[in-house]
């Protein structure tokens, strides 16, 4: 066994030391429990245990494959929030789908209020994802296929250009030096410039 093989399985047996409860709570494990067992599928450490991926998963982290990759789809598909308000309020992936339009900035929208991705915030937290759920059960069942996928993928991007725009909007009331404010003028130009590309190609 080669010295970095050896680092990789003492690095493995800590993590996976630190988690053997890990089978108690896989339905509500922390984004960084979801982060850790991407990082371990992706960088293929469990081998240096002479283990297969199913092999590291039942062994090690005591749950079954399917649920780590269960596990690591979401941490894909809603990002780290989507695990503290699962933590919080035992909420599934297929009821965060029906609400996570409300979810923006590290935070949940409800009746004008932000109310922060916390588990501090968890009793206000569990109000406002019970009035969304009862919001969520009265209106159409979403649709199945490529009108769910492309639904989703809505979501991600209003999700994914709002932080974007949030982050440009603090670097724009720094006291940036000249190189930095040309630099915050290019990417700014350059999104413009992308947005009304895909403006005119969606025009019908």
């Known amino acids: 066994m080669s010295r970095k093989d050896l680092e990789d399985g003492v690095e493995l047996g ?7 409860a890990f089978s108690i709570v896989a339905g ?10 991407r990082e371990l599928r992706e960088s293929k450490k469990y081998k240096s245990m002479d283990l297969t991926w199913e092999e590291c998963c039942k062994q090690k982290a005591g749950i079954s ?17 989507y695990f ?8 599934s992936a297929k009821e965060y789908r029906r609400i996570q339009g409300s979810v923006a900035n590290h935070a949940l929208l409800h009746a004008g209020e932000e109310i922060p991705i916390a588990v501090e915030c968890g009793p206000r937290l569990v109000a406002a994802v019970e009035a969304l759920r009862r919001e969520a059960a009265g209106a159409p069942a979403p649709p199945d296929d490529d009108a769910a996928e492309a639904a989703r993928q809505f979501a ?15 670097l724009r ?6 190189g930095g404010r040309m630099r915050l003028q290019t990417t ?4 413009a410039a992308k947005l009304k590309l895909l403006d005119t190609q969606v025009k019908v």
């Open 14 to 20: 800590t993590w996976l030391g630190r988690r053997q």
């Open 28 to 37: 509500r494990c922390s984004a960084a429990d979801a982060q850790c067992l």
């Open 65 to 81: 494959r399917s649920s780590a990759d269960e596990i690591i789809r979401n941490l894909a598909e809603f990002g780290p929030d």
């Open 84 to 91: 503290v308000i699962a933590q919080v309020t035992g909420i």
């Open 156 to 170: 991600r991007a209003e999700r994914a250009l709002r932080t974007a725009l949030a982050e440009l909007d603090k």
């Open 173 to 178: 009331v720094m006291p940036l030096d000249v």
């Open 188 to 191: 700014i130009g350059e999104a």
